[in-house]
């Protein structure tokens, strides 16, 4: 063990901020344990399948095996402070992902030894690229039956595209893989089998020449991207294992590569090199870019410095026997007990209750916590997640999280009328602590809708009020969200809005052309443009920003089934105006009741979601389940035969999926396996209006 000290006095340049991204059961919560465990933090190795791991504490994560909510812990390794978010790795918790993403200055790419890139991990993946957080690899599962380092490898280089700078060489293969050679300090790293510290000694015999080849490659993929590394190269034929870490920790940080590390979190056999590459090549809170946000629409950015003045956002919030806790990510100054914060958004003050140092359902109390920090705080009743705490004198407006629009909708009802209110309660309490929960009322049969990102999204939502509260709720069957589009557009459409009833009247003319978005390849297109052709003045512009808001407002109920619109383009071609009568209420109306007319007489379409869904089968259950895929309207892209299974990837209708995960274990004895990750829309076969 290192020297694990508290570093809350530390400065800034000893944080880390990171989480662990992978797909689901590439071993991202039992890596999270081993950290715990190898930095003192916890003192019995927890294990998934004994349901006693330290981040899934929920009853839920523990019946299934798997993380549904990112908890946070912190520990600490080397004088410096891990603050680790363990995020969930099924595609349905994509959205808890992203949020912590949000707040985050790097993360571990967890890959399974055996299947490599995963669907989920591509996923997460440009995810992080998407927020620019830097990464390491970690190939997991090495001492399992056909794993291979290599393949693993490659498969990063060409599904993820980065230049994959391996740094270890495993020792012994499967069941014999006892530890790594250390590229960079040509050393070998030993574990035994009772999972104690690593013992270091000189790189075998046997692995010598294969250790200086992978060395020397290291060496070159390194030179060709980093400028001070080429020029010793060139200079010296050779890389100082100074020079190479340091240009290590550049690329990594600029992402123009990923150092990649292997090893067993289940055995413990190369955590230790996993948490020192954590120090040593991903960035601390002063390595990332100040963060920007707005006050009174000027961009102003904060430093990440404890004198500054606050700047935190909210990214998780929870309920717990302690009070309801907000997860916070301090970008810049300080908050202690007591303080009043601002919330940006609304401009209402709060007041800090308490402040808790993380460590999944368990806490630890703070005086105060500064910038860099991730804690969680009591005493905020408002508070959502996307929501920007700041200093009441230096108000700053910082970007939120987005938020996926949800795909699937049940009904919602209690047993008992007389629970009716408890359960309205429970549900908003949900969608407050999950924002791609959404609660709404079916306005023509009056049920209570809950819609989320996927079957098992909603199955874990429901059975938490059920557990929580003790209600008694039936659920309907799953609907999906559809879509509308238009097939065949119009031209040309005429409409006047006139409205004279005592007054000051309403007047508005516009003409609109309204035509279908291109398709996106096999996918419907989605989305809207509007744009205006309209020349001399005919509209002036602010009547013409009136008549695209009119139309975004009838994007919201579709004529064939008060589906939300999408993938259609208007065009303003001409309109004309009155002296005293037109305003832009009334341009916004006639731009509503315009585009209702133009989608009533020309030709709409149904969309319907679909999902890329990659099944694992045996080989000997392929063609029944080809057939089943068939059956549900799937459309099989792929077949790659994998040991002895099949790995089928196909797109198949999320309505059709349901229920899938039931009939796949019983046509391959429990044997088969398949994710499935949201891939847009299609045209709804025969729905036509």
Known sequence: MRNNVDTLANPLTAVRNLGILAHVDAGK????????????????RGEVHDGTTVTDFDP???????????????????????NLIDTPGHVDFADEVERSLRVLDGAIAVFDAVAGVEPQSESVWRQADRHGV??????????????DLDTAVESIRRRLHPAPLVAQLPIGREDGFTGVVDLLRMRALVWADDGAAAEESPVPQALRDEAELRRRRLEEAVAELHPTALEEFCARGTLSARTLAAALRDLTRTGEGVVVLCGSAYRNRGIEPLLDAVVAYLPSPLDVPPVRGTHDGTERERAADATEPLAALAFKVSATATGRLTYLRLYSGTIRKGDTVLDAGTRRTERIGRILRVRADRHAELEQATAGDIVAVVGLKSARAGTTLCAPAAP???????????????????RRSTDTDRLATALARLAEEDPSLVVRTD??????????????????????????????????RPRVACRETVVRGVS???????????????????????ASLEAEGDRAAT?????????????????VRAVEAGCRDALAEGPLGGHPVTGLSVTLTDGATHSKDSSEMAFRTAGRFALREAMRVGVMGLLEPVADVTVTVPAEAVGGVLGDLAARRGRVSDS???????????????????GYATRLRSRTQGRGTFTARPAGYVRAPGAVG
């Open 527 to 543: 989305g809207f443009v509007f744009r205006s052709t309209v020349v001399g003045g005919r509209v002036p512009q602010e009547y």
């Open 134 to 147: 830097p990464r390491i690899a970690f190939v997991n599962k090495l001492d399992r039956a056909g794993a």
């Open 443 to 476: 306005p023509e049969t009056g049920q209570t809708l809950l819609s989320g990102m996927g079957e098992l999204h909603l199955e874990v939502a429901v059975e938490k009020v059920r557990r929580s509260q003790g209600l008694d709720i039936t659920v309907g």
């Open 640 to 658: 790659v035969a994998r040991g002895g299974s099949v790995v089928v990837t196909a797109t198949v209708p999320l309505a059709e999926l349901f």
């Open 492 to 514: 040309g459409l005429v409409f006047r809005h006139v409205k004279q009833d005592g007054g000051a009247g309403q007047f508005a003319h516009v003409v609109l052309d309204v």
């Open 60 to 82: 839920q994560e523990r019946d299934r095996g798997i993380t549904i909510f990112a908890a946070a812990v912190s520990c600490a390794w080397d004088g410096h402070r891990i």
């Open 396 to 414: 700053l407006l910082l970007e939120p999280p987005s938020v996926a629009d949800p795909v699937v909708s049940v009904a919602v009802e209690a």
């Open 29 to 44: 919560t039992t890596v999270t344990e081993r950290f715990l465990y190898a930095t003192g933090t916890t003192h019995k």
